[in-house]
């Protein structure tokens, strides 16, 4: 069974910074891509909006709007995925969601439980 889990939400100043986790479990976690989503309050549909991406072979990709300032990584033997946020913008209050892209007959996609980003103005 696969799972996510995410870690290291939390309540922050404007400017400030938070690193967020993501463990992956039941998965061979080298062949898959993961990404971050953040679901603002009360978005539409529960819109969930791609922040960071990183590929099976490290490679990162950023929304425009965090560019310079959040950075994605990977550790595959520790099974992990981590975002670096920093400058944090009050408009970037959400819940953030891990996601996994499994590649294979079929794409399947995974997602954690999110974690809750609250940046204060």
């Known amino acids: 069974q696969v799972q996510l889990v995410e870690s290291g939400g939390g309540l922050v100043q404007a400017g400030g910074s938070l690193s967020l986790s993501c463990a992956a479990s039941?998965?061979?976690?080298?062949?898959?891509?993961m990404r971050w989503y953040r679901q603002a309050p009360g978005a539409p549909g529960r819109q969930r909006d791609l922040?960071?991406?990183?590929?099976?072979?490290?490679?990162?990709d950023y929304a425009d709007s965090v560019e310079g300032r959040f950075t994605i990584s990977r550790d595959n033997s520790k099974n992990t995925v981590r975002m670096q946020m920093n400058s944090l913008k009050s408009e970037e209050t959400g819940v953030y969601y891990c996601?996994?892209?499994?590649?294979?007959?079929?794409?399947?996609?995974?997602w954690g439980q999110g974690t809750q980003v609250t940046v204060s103005r």
């Open positions: 996601n996994a892209l499994a590649y294979g007959t079929l794409t399947l996609k995974y």
């Open positions: 039941g998965i061979t976690f080298r062949n898959i891509d």
């Open positions: 922040v960071a991406s990183i590929s099976r072979g490290g490679s990162p």
